[in-house]
C-alpha cells in the first residue's frame, strides 16, 4: 500500500527536523571560544591545554552524538512511512516534547526570562528555534491528519491479518 502524501510530509519533516537538530549542533559547538568560557566556569583551575582538550573533547563527542541522532531521526522517519505505529507514537511522544520545550524557551525569551538570568541569547539560534517549533508542528499534524490515520490503521490490519495467499500460484 502507497502512504499519503501526508505521511510522505511527515517523514521529510522529520529528517528536516534531524538536519536542523545537526545546524543547530553544528552552530552552538562552532563557537569555540564559548565552549572555552563554559569549561573554564565548570572549572578555573584547569591550565590552557586542560581547556582545549576539554574543549576538543566536547567537539568530537557533540559531532558523534548529532550524527546518531540525525540517524536516529531518518530512520524512525522512514518507519513511520512504512506504517509502522510505534514509530508514530515515538515520534509523536519527541516531537511534542521538543515543540513544547521549544515554544517555552521561546516564551522565555521574548518574556525577557533570558535577559533578567543574564544569559545571552544568539539570534542565529531564536531564528532556528522558531522553525524547529514550526516543522515539528507540521510534522505532528501531518502525522494525525485523517489520511495518515486510516494509513497506519490498514497497515496495523494488514499485519495482523495478512491477506491469503493467491490460489492460483504454484
Known sequence: MTPPRAVDVARWLWVAAGLLFAV?????LADRQGLR??????????????????VNGEIVLGVLFCTVVVALYVLVANKMLAGRSWARVLLTFFGAVFAVSGALGLIGIAGGLAAAVGVSVDPTEVVLSVIGVAVDVAALVAMWLPPSSAYFRTISAQRVMPPPPNQFMR
Open 24 to 28: 543547530r549542533t553544528y552552530v552552538a
Open 37 to 54: 568560557d563554559q569549561v573554564r566556569q565548570a572549572d578555573s583551575t584547569l591550565t590552557m591545554q586542560q581547556v582545549e582538550a576539554a
